[in-house]
């Protein structure tokens, strides 16, 4: 990236897919980088230089983007990439207001939605609608403080 730093989310997310590389079916390791006490110390310090670097106004600590403009919405309508024209344009459609009304947290809550996640619900004139029946909280299991975890790498 030219000497630049990486911003928060991506350092995250590398953190993130190295301790899923870690856990996954071929190596398996009995130990989480991101949750595990003994890497504790290693996240302290990822989290104290990521908001060095954002003190210092080498990266950003969040990046917002623009809200889809109503041409943008229409042209997509028109494309028939958004509508009910075809299976795909439905699936799209479903998949955009999804995300777009329950999506908050990205990916990881996308793909842990369910079913029963949504509520079909009525309004006093008989208008049906979608309302989430709860709000989806990240839960990082605890250790006891009597487990000690074994690193091999």
Known sequence: M???PYNRNTMKAIRSGLDR???G???KKP???IRDKVFKPANEALDASLKDLVRQRLISSSKYKRPISSKDLKALYAANQLGLNTPESLVNTTWFYTILYFG???RENQRAMKL???QLKTTTSGLK???QARERRKIIPKQSATTKTRVNL
């Open 2 to 4: 030219e000497g630049k």
């Open 31 to 33: 130990f989480s980088i």
């Open 104 to 106: 908050k947290r990205g």
């Open 129 to 131: 609608y979608l309302s």
């Open 116 to 118: 029963g996640d949504l």
């Open 21 to 23: 590389f870690l856990s």
């Open 25 to 27: 079916s071929s190596q």
